[in-house]
């Protein structure tokens, strides 16, 4: 079975600063997608990026970027120049065609210091 | 825009009670589905479904039931509520296939108390 890993529950950044966040995942497919989601206090939840596990370029979209290494199985999410409005609850998710559902890990809870 | 609506943010019921979440969206999405979100567990499938009268098993079925009538609405059924599902309900909808990878929209959720 799938299994995402978020082992950090909890991360603070300065503003303006760049915070990485670290997820994991466990698969035996070669063809899989993966998520992060953003969840911001009383908010509906977001899609923030996505990587097809078939691209070696990582993604980004502005300030976020990933690390994706496929061998190591680590997918970790760049939040560079960190703003108040990114504090959230973060989400890495896992998605195969096999089973046809996103797998998602327990979140991370990002606090930004002004 | 995507929006998905959910019937109610927050809903107290009595255990026992026969407790009905209705999500609707209005994008034309064939896939819809119900998660559970707790604290230290992340998020939870419990049913999704591809298609109109269709629907699957998630990863905790056990307690709930679906139906999906319409296109656009899927409902949450908890025949008889327990207090062990006093929790947060996310439904979330997306275009395309069964397999699709196409992201998934969700609602604002809504929190259940089950007293």
């Known amino acids: 079975a799938q299994t995402v890993t978020q082992s950090q529950p909890e991360m603070s950044v300065q503003e303006a600063e760049t915070v990485t966040l670290s997820c994991t995942y466990d698969?035996?497919?070669?063809?899989?997608?993966l998520f992060w989601y953003k969840q911001p206090p009383s908010r509906q939840m977001i899609l923030v990026i996505r990587q097809e596990a078939y691209k070696q370029q990582n993604a980004t979209e502005n300030r976020f970027s990933v690390n994706f290494q496929k061998a190591a199985k680590s997918f970790s999410l760049k939040i560079s120049d960190s703003q108040l409005g990114d504090a959230a609850m973060y989400f890495c998710a896992y998605f195969t065609g096999a089973n046809s559902k996103l797998t998602f890990g327990k979140g991370i809870t990002l606090s930004v210091r002004p | 825009d995507v929006k998905v609506t959910q019937s109610s943010r927050y809903l107290v019921k009595r255990t026992g009670e026969k407790v009905f979440l209705e999500c609707v969206q209005d994008?034309?999405?064939?896939?819809m589905f119900w998660y559970r979100q707790d604290p230290g567990l992340g998020l939870r499938l419990i049913y999704f479904?591809?298609?109109?009268?269709?629907?699957e098993k998630g990863d905790i079925p056990e307690g709930y039931s679906v139906s999906r009538e319409k296109k656009e609405r899927f409902s949450l059924i908890l025949e008889s509520a327990s207090t062990n599902q006093t929790s947060m309900y996310l439904c979330a909808s997306s275009s395309g296939t069964r397999a699709s990878t196409d992201t998934q929209y969700f609602g604002p959720g809504t929190r259940l108390t089950v007293l």
């Open positions: 994008m034309d999405h064939e896939n």
């Open positions: 698969t035996s497919e070669s063809d899989y997608y």
């Open positions: 479904s591809y298609d109109v009268k269709m629907k």
